[in-house]
């Protein structure tokens, strides 16, 4: 069983910048494709960013040239930076990763940009 954290939420003005951070530990295989998602009140849940094991991104159209995703393989970790923060960018962020039986969610982390 793969536990997945997140960390690194919270409030900011609009125009700044966070940092959130995913672990996934109980692993005893490589993690591939790890990625956040995001879910704002009364809507369903999107895909904002995710990276390849090897390294390759990919980001919703939303926040393109803002925001930018990397991994440490060794520590299992990924990270999205967040810049440019917009009041539509809030919402709970999940961290997913894929194991070697499954696709692993986090509890979220929220963040909230105000105006």
């Known amino acids: 069983q793969v536990q997945v954290v997140e960390s690194g939420g919270g409030l900011v003005q609009a125009g700044g910048s966070l940092r959130l951070s995913c672990a996934a530990s109980?692993?005893?295989?490589?993690?591939?494709?790890m990625g956040w998602y995001r879910q704002a009140p009364e809507k369903q849940r999107e895909l904002v960013a995710q990276?390849?094991?090897?390294?390759?991104?990919n980001f919703a159209d939303s926040v393109k040239g803002r925001f930018t995703i990397s991994r440490d393989n060794a520590k299992n970790m990924v990270y999205l930076q967040m810049n440019s923060l917009k009041p539509e960018d809030t919402g709970v962020y999940f961290c997913?990763?894929?194991?070697?039986?499954?696709?692993?969610w986090g509890q979220g982390t929220q963040v909230t940009v105000s105006s």
């Open positions: 997913n990763v894929d194991g070697m039986y499954g696709t692993y």
């Open positions: 990276i390849t094991r090897s390294g390759s991104p």
């Open positions: 109980g692993s005893h295989w490589p993690i591939g494709q």
